[in-house]
């Protein structure tokens, strides 16, 4: 991983003003698309460090393991799709505002170069140390899957990576980030236990899962299912007659009980194969984004908590 440098803590105030200055220039040329941009620079303050992450999910596991000690924003919204986001003028100021900046890696943020153009702040990729699957079909040859997150198991290493990462930031609260990441990786043992011995009961054939988007390579190799899927990647022709084809014919072959579909795409090509093979559509399941604070999936463990139980009811439950 590579090694971000210090940030300067004498006068955060000042470090972030200065960078927000910068970026305002760089941005000059495009004074139109501004609107808004200052009202950041007006608000209070916040004298700890600051880190940013491209997503809500990254978010949620840095703020489990920075504890108070840190400040943590994320670029995308709840609900936000992440594969093709636009950063906008304000988020690039945000950027430039923080004094760290973590990103998945894996290609997932096509957008990301932006920051680290425009930004003094280091950034580190969380990714780092996970070892890669390749997307297997939609016309992305030698591109590898970046959805490294959805597996327990990969989880842990994010989770080390944000550890190490905020240590290196701040490390008079060391002892605070290691207690806090220990924790956090005791909570992803029991999901992926809850997980593989739940779905250990299901017949070898009808162990497979079945979604809209290949999200899900790392969890199914984990777990030890097989993976199918309409489209490889969000943002890539969805749901076309040949996708559902395919898709239908793996279900009916294996007579998989339950198929699913993620909450940032349309699912009506999933309920398509459902209606066509019998299966029952099992039901939405969260990837790329947290939902709100009142919604399902307001941290990243309760993600991994209703993906688990989804999967397993959907698979467990036997066909309509």
Known sequence: M??????VRRNPRATRAR?????????????PLLAGCGAGLGRAEDERPSVVTTFTVLADMTRAVAGDAIAVESITKPGAEVHGYEPTPSDLLTAAK??????????????????????????VTLSTGIDPLPIRAGGHPGAVNPH???SPRNAK??????RDALTRLSPAHAGLFRANAEDYTRRLDEIETYLRTELDRLPAQRRALVT??????YLTRDAGLQEAYLWPVNSDS???????????????????PAVFCESTVNDKAQRQVAEETGARFGGTL????????????????????????TVVTGLTGGRR
């Open 19 to 31: 960078r927000a200055v910068a970026v305002l220039a760089a941005l000059a040329a495009g004074a």
């Open 212 to 217: 809209c988007e290949g999200a899900f390579s």
């Open 157 to 162: 290493i994010y989770v080390a990576n944000i």
């Open 148 to 150: 490294a997150w959805m």
């Open 2 to 7: 590579p090694k971000p440098r210090s940030p």
């Open 98 to 123: 923080s004094d760290l900046v973590l990103d998945n890696g894996l290609g997932l943020e096509s957008w990301f170069a932006q920051f680290v153009a425009r930004s003094e702040a280091p950034h």
């Open 238 to 256: 969805e749901g076309t007659p040949q996708q559902i084809k395919s898709t239908t014919r793996f279900v009916q072959e294996r007579r998989i």
């Open 286 to 309: 969260y990837v790329d984004s947290l939902s709100e604070a009142g919604g399902p999936v307001p941290t990243y463990l309760d993600l991994l908590r209703h993906d688990a139980e």
